[in-house]
């Protein structure tokens, strides 16, 4: 009885391993095994198919197992012969072990998202978090049964994660790393580091130069490419207004903010005269309509706003150069 209940856990496990690895998954589904893993001898024969699976890595780059794993799966004729029974036992084992392996090698894969540029992006992860992912922007997610591992690979990302103290949610950007439980946080990755900015909840920011790191409460941020990293006041809203297709710029310097609309278009803003660029800006934009921010900058501000070679060139009016 011990055995049957053993192997019937081991394939659950497996079958749970395997549901929620893949790209979608429904809540009905999180909910499910979440129920399931509140079993601690469930949780247990979860956590060992997951070391399984790490271990099997290696065999599928071998040909030859990749080969007898495509024997193994096709389909058989009947053979008129009889085997032995113990080595028919024994081949499908090897067999199942072989495809086992190369099917939990291809689970094991993070799985990546992306965003193209001037696009937005929302997924739901098997956990029931989401992500909304930024222009031009990538993810690698990897969810296992102690550990949410998420790494930005590029552009920025808005995080809603899902409470579950048994599995930290941890949040890569180059060396920066930011760990929450149940929260809201907008991470954007910069050469040489990142900014988080916290939403809800509470989250903690790490480097390698800074292992103390820094704890952030609500409506605060932290900059980790500035000469003396600190944790400091934002507006939330703003700073995460692109989730909502929308940038707002509160007396931001013009270089800042046309670095900012240029994100999302493909059509690009340049300052002919350099004299503009300290400019306070202040407004609401549609991100990536360029052509509406360069008009909106030539009612509100003295610069004309003109097409050359497939850019939007901002320069000082006539009579009113600023430099």
């Known amino acids: 009885m011990v055995d049957s209940d053993s192997d019937k856990r081991r394939q659950e496990a497996s079958a749970w391993f395997s549901r929620l690895n893949q790209r979608r998954v429904s809540s009905e589904d999180v909910h499910a095994f979440a129920a399931w893993r509140r079993i601690p001898a469930n949780a247990e024969a979860y956590g060992r198919v997951e070391r399984l699976w790490e271990s099997a890595g290696a065999l599928a780059s071998d040909p030859d197992i990749e080969r007898m794993a495509e024997t193994a799966a096709r389909p058989k004729q009947t053979r008129r012969r009889q085997r032995p029974l113990g080595y028919l036992a024994a081949a499908g084992a090897g067999a199942a072990l072989i495809v086992c392996a190369l099917v939990g090698w291809n689970i094991l894969q993070p799985l990546t998202y992306g965003a193209g540029v001037g696009e937005r992006r929302t997924i739901t992860l098997a956990d029931g978090s989401t992500v909304t992912l930024d222009t031009a922007s990538r993810i690698s997610v990897r969810l296992s049964g102690d550990r949410r591992s998420i790494r930005l690979i590029e552009g920025q990302a808005m995080f809603d994660v899902a409470a579950d103290p048994s599995r930290p949610f941890v949040v890569s950007a180059g060396d920066v790393e930011v760990r929450a439980l149940g929260t809201r946080f907008d991470v954007r990755r910069l050469d040489g580091g990142a900014r988080v900015i916290l939403a809800e909840g509470r989250v ?71 004299g503009l660029a300290r400019t306070p800006v202040s407004g609401a934009f549609n991100a990536g309509d360029v052509e509406g921010f360069a008009a909106a900058l030539s009612d509100l501000y003295p610069v004309t706003a003109s097409r050359r070679d497939g850019r939007l060139l901002i320069a000082d009016r006539p009579g009113d150069a600023s430099s």
Do not use: C
């Open 204 to 274: 903690a920011v790490a480097t390698p130069d800074t292992p103390g790191g820094w704890t952030l409460s609500p409506g605060q941020q932290v900059v980790t490419t500035r000469p003396a990293p600190r944790v400091e006041p934002v507006n939330v809203a703003a700073a995460t207004s692109w989730t909502t297709g929308r940038l707002i710029f509160d007396h931001t310097p013009l270089h800042e903010a046309v670095e900012e609309m240029n994100r999302y278009s493909s059509v690009k803003v340049e300052l002919a005269s350099p």
